[in-house]
T-cell receptor, first 117, second 115 residues
Framework: GAGVSQSPSNKVTEKGKDVELRCDPISGHTALYWYRQSLGQGLEFLIYFQGNSAPDKSGLPSDRFSAERTGGSVSTLTIQRTQQEDSAVYLC???????????????FGPGTRLTVL | AQSVTQLGSHVSVSEGALVLLRCNYSSSVPPYLFWYVQYPNQGLQLLLKYTTGATLVKGINGFEAEFKKSETSFHLTKPSAHMSDAAEYFCAVSLIRDSSYKLIFGSGTRLLVRP
């Protein structure tokens, strides 16, 4: 079956521009996560969506970052007024509804490589 | 608070040799532990995970890991390395707080396999 897909695969933008990154989770997966992978910081959690519950936004590094999940499926991560330090690979993951939270496997997409010039 | 430490940012082995990638965790509650592998320009793929039960966990591609509570370790091993094992490996612990679940990753270990 289809895995998690992300678009675009690469994005080059100029400092100060806004960007939108898209994630299509695996069908039927109720949980969706965004992570950021950068040389200096490693893999960092950004945001978590679960069904209709309020998202956990505790990992978003600044108010320039926001994310939405429409209809419980597709998610968009938006970065406003991009800065050079936003350059990283943004990974999306989804997991199925599980009986014991925290043990469910997260399935990762290939990521979007963002370069801010 | 949960955290993960991976010893060695780079590990180099010969083809056919034992692979040992080290992971130590810190957790105030019984941990859920994961190993993921990342091939170049790809996302992360689950190798194996420990939740409860048997402490020796077998995963894909011949990898296994043993949960040792007394040592707070979850080292990844493979008896015989293949060239195709060259990749970056991440150990992670699941952080559960207020019905939110996230993975806390170690800094990763890049495995190099010499012919």
């Amino acid at each position: 079956g289809a895995g998690v897909s992300q678009s675009p695969s690469n994005k080059v933008t100029e400092k100060g521009k806004d960007v939108e990154l898209r994630c299509d989770p695996i069908s039927g997966h109720t949980a969706l996560y965004w992570y950021r992978q950068s040389l200096g910081q490693g893999l960092e959690f950004l945001i978590y969506f679960q069904g209709n519950s309020a998202p956990d936004k505790s990992g978003l590094p600044s108010d320039r970052f926001s994310a939405e999940r429409t209809g419980g499926s597709v998610s968009t991560l938006t970065i406003q007024r991009t800065q050079q330090e936003d350059s990283a690979v943004y990974l999306c993951a989804s997991s199925p509804p599980g009986l014991a939270g925290g043990t469910d496997t997260q399935y990762f997409g290939p990521g979007t490589r963002l370069t801010v010039l | 608070a949960q955290s993960v430490t991976q010893l060695g940012s780079h590990v180099s082995v010969s083809e056919g040799a034992l692979v040992l990638l080290r992971c130590n965790y810190s957790s105030s509650v019984p941990p859920y532990l994961f190993w993921y592998v990342q091939y170049p320009n790809q996302g992360l793929q689950l190798l194996l995970k420990y939740t409860t039960g048997a402490t020796l966990v077998k995963g894909i591609n011949g990898f296994e890991a043993e949960f040792k509570k007394s040592e707070t370790s979850f080292h990844l091993t493979k008896p015989s390395a293949h060239m195709s094992d060259a990749a970056e490996y991440f150990c992670a612990v699941s952080l559960i707080r207020d019905s939110s679940y996230k993975l806390i990753f170690g800094s990763g270990t890049r495995l190099l396999v010499r012919p």
